[in-house]
């Protein structure tokens, strides 16, 4: 059955979701904080209207912001939507929280009758925009049932990790724990090859058939190569992305070390002022202090 839904964070992901609930056939509302691409969504098909305005008639709302502050602003904020939504919608959330906090929100939403699904994604903008997203999900079956019609749209695959919100957001810090540690660990590789004569082109292309290679070092090694750090996930995400599962490992009394030192090395990108460029731009840490020059830097 076709939904009314709100994407609320048009930026590479949420953007591409809700080009894919249009397609899908679903009455989709875009809203951002940019102005700008709420229009160029609406330009493409985007349901008109504020979302104070639709938030009664929504069956769905999936929220694709950057943390959990903003997550609980965009439900339980001043002009927080869940309070409008009719009983029975349910809020899809895919920012990387704590899972403690998305146990919160479930608790919450629930007490104003609307389902909350745990539900963190993986793909990448590409898979977005192709309605082709990994999804890590938790919630109730009623949850589930709610969201089917949005998750068929967006996912090529649907985990379903418990009845409770939780797990979902576990699993998305396992995910982005190794995510961090692999655009790292390419960047320090990539950069360690060209220390040594290796072109980068030449890394990518052998590398990529080795054991050593990693999706995240197939899909970001080459925006290197290109000189091109147009951002399909921005530096920025990692100090947040990589906080998260240092505070879970603490709150655990486990010792992370590879993690915390990847951790550092987005840290450091981000005050040479690179938070805004793609995170493969991590590797001009790595040639800064060595001295070398990028694909596409000057000499």
């Not at 104070?52 to 950057?66: P, Q």
């Not at 977005?128 to 009623?142: D, E, N, V």
């Not at 987005?266 to 040479?272: D, H, L, T």
Request: with cysteine; glycine share 12%; charged share 15%.
């Amino acid at each position: 059955m076709p939904h009314t839904t709100a994407v609320i964070g048009l930026g590479s992901m949420g953007y591409g979701i809700a080009t894919s609930c249009l397609a899908a056939g679903h009455v989709t509302h875009g809203f951002d904080v940019a102005a700008a691409q709420v229009d160029r969504f609406r330009a493409d098909g985007g349901a008109p209207g504020t979302l104070a305005e639709v938030a009664g008639t929504l069956d769905a709302v999936i929220v694709v912001v950057l943390n959990a502050a903003q997550t609980e602003t965009v439900l339980f904020g001043a002009d927080g939507v869940v309070p409008r939504l009719q009983k029975g919608a349910v809020v899809m959330a895919c920012a990387t929280v704590p899972p403690d906090f998305a146990r919160d929100m479930a608790a919450r939403c629930e007490a104003h009758g609307v389902h909350y699904l745990d539900a963190p994604i993986s793909g990448g903008s590409v898979k977005a925009a192709q309605g082709a997203l990994s999804i890590m999900a938790a919630g109730t079956p009623a949850a589930f049932d709610a969201a089917a019609g949005i998750l068929e749209a967006t996912a090529e695959t649907v985990f379903r990790l418990g009845d409770v919100a939780g797990p979902g957001s576990a699993m998305k810090a396992v995910n982005q724990l190794l995510a961090g540690v692999h655009i790292a660990t390419m960047a320090e590789a990539l950069t360690f090859g060209m220390t040594q004569g290796v072109d980068p082109a030449q890394f990518v292309e052998v590398i990529s058939k080795c054991a050593g290679s990693s999706w995240m070092l197939e899909n970001r090694a080459p925006h290197i190569v290109a000189g091109d750090y147009t951002p399909h996930s921005s530096v920025n995400i990692w100090p947040k992305d990589l906080g998260i599962v240092l505070d879970i490992a603490k709150s655990a009394q486990f010792s992370a070390p590879i993690t915390a030192v990847a951790l550092q090395q987005f840290v450091a990108a981000a005050g040479m002022g690179l938070g805004g460029e793609d995170d493969a731009a991590v590797a001009k840490v790595y040639a800064r202090n060595a001295g070398l020059t990028l694909p596409g830097e000057n000499t």
